[in-house]
């Protein structure tokens, strides 16, 4: 594709639900990363995964958080129980070179979660 | 642990003025530093990368400059324009896992 998509771009939720944010990374990018942007603040990490696996997940904030990447391309971030605390935007990006000095991180629009 | 910070976190300047953003992270060990634009309500837009052996890059009006050692960045804006306004991050990458770590950015107002 011509860039990293994440779907829905905007989304609403009562607190105590399940939801679900999508993330298409960019065609043969292996790497992909999910972080989370605050109002005001910049974002933050949350996972990195190399191919289907998660390499790191040490900026998951609780178990509440899950984050798939079956087939090493679409990633899935769920969140349960959602809190109005994870109200953010969550932002996907997609890279070639992991852990070199030239990659680059393509970032997608990121998915804008409300918690009501 | 890399920590990131920018200030001032905003900044307003007539146009046609050349402007510096300022960016400082505590752990030198850092694979390259990125700078990226964001627009109200978008995602991150890449501007310029610094490889950890690079001392600078240039796009444009723009120029980014990288000193290690004292663990700082600065983003050089040349003539700037109103179409500049947006908020600028650095992030440094770090770690076999390429985690960037951002700043808080500075948002930027070009005044007509």
């Known amino acids: 594709g011509a860039g990293v998509s994440q779907t829905p771009s905007n989304k609403v939720t009562e607190k105590g639900k399940y939801v679900e944010l999508r993330c298409d990374p960019i065609?043969?990018?292996?790497?992909l990363y999910w972080y989370r942007q605050s109002l005001g603040q910049g974002p933050e990490f949350l996972i990195y995964?190399?191919?289907?696996?998660?390499?790191?997940d040490s900026g998951l904030p609780n178990d509440r958080f899950f984050a798939v990447r079956p087939e090493g391309s679409v990633s899935t971030l769920k969140i349960q129980r959602t809190e109005r605390g994870d109200s953010a935007v969550y932002l996907c990006?997609?890279?070639?070179?992991?852990?070199?000095?030239?990659?680059?991180?393509?970032f997608g629009p990121g998915t804008r979660l409300t918690v009501l | 642990k890399q920590e990131v910070t920018q200030i001032p976190a905003a900044l307003s300047v007539p146009e046609g003025e050349n402007l510096v953003l300022n960016c400082s992270f505590t752990d030198s060990a850092i694979y390259n530093l990125q700078w990226f634009r964001q627009d109200p309500g978008k995602g991150l837009t890449s501007l310029l990368l610094?490889?950890?052996?690079?001392r600078e890059q240039t796009s444009g009006r723009l120029n980014a400059s990288l000193d290690k050692s004292s663990g700082r960045s600065t983003l050089y804006i040349a003539a700037s324009q109103p179409g500049d306004s947006a908020t600028y991050l650095c992030?440094?990458?770090?770690?076999?896992?390429?985690?960037?770590?951002f700043g808080k950015g500075i948002t930027l107002s070009v005044r007509p």
């Open positions: 065609s043969g990018h292996t790497a």
């Open positions: 610094i490889q950890s052996s690079q």
């Open positions: 990006a997609s890279s070639l070179d992991p852990g070199t000095s030239t990659d680059t991180q393509y």
């Open positions: 995964f190399q191919g289907t696996g998660a390499a790191d």
């Open positions: 992030a440094a990458l770090t770690g076999a896992n390429s985690k960037l770590t």
